[in-house]
Nanobody, 126 residues
Framework: QVQLVESGGGSVQAGGSLRLSCAVVSGYPHYRYCMGWFRQAPGKEREGVSVIYRASGDTDYVDSVKGRFTISQDNGKNMVYLEMNSLKPEDTAMYYC??????????????????WGQGTQVTVSS
């Protein structure tokens, strides 16, 4: 069983930055898996933000965050990060880290990865 723990959320003003971290605290995601960040705002469906493939380091982003967010990983430390810059009020959401099989790693699809963290809150004020 893979257990993920997120950290780094907080409250910032529009235009600010935050760096989210996801630690694999137990288990080991298969090397072919992807890991990603997803978010859910109050009253909205959970949506993808960005994914990274553990083996290749390839990344994918939804259009709304391209150029502002950067996903990265440190496989040696079993960590995944999301650097968020130029934050907007519409980025306000609970952010979740997830891991799963490569066939389910499209951040534009309905999230269906196997393993999820508990989330970290990001609030952006105008």
């Amino acid at each position: 069983q893979v257990q993920l723990v997120e950290s780094g959320g907080g409250s910032v003003q529009a235009g600010g930055s935050l760096r989210l971290s996801c630690a694999v605290v137990s288990g080991y995601p298969h090397y072919r898996y992807c890991m990603g960040w997803f978010r859910q705002a109050p009253g909205k469906e959970r949506e993808g933000v960005s994914v990274i493939y553990r083996a290749s380091g390839d990344t994918d982003y939804v259009d709304s965050v391209k150029g502002r967010f950067t996903i990265s990983q440190d496989n040696g430390k079993n960590m995944v990060y999301l650097e968020m810059n130029s934050l907007k009020p519409e980025d306000t959401a609970m952010y979740y880290c997830a891991a799963g099989r490569p066939g389910l790693c499209n951040p534009r699809a309905v999230p269906d990865l196997s393993y999820w963290g508990q989330g970290t809150q990001v609030t952006v004020s105008s």
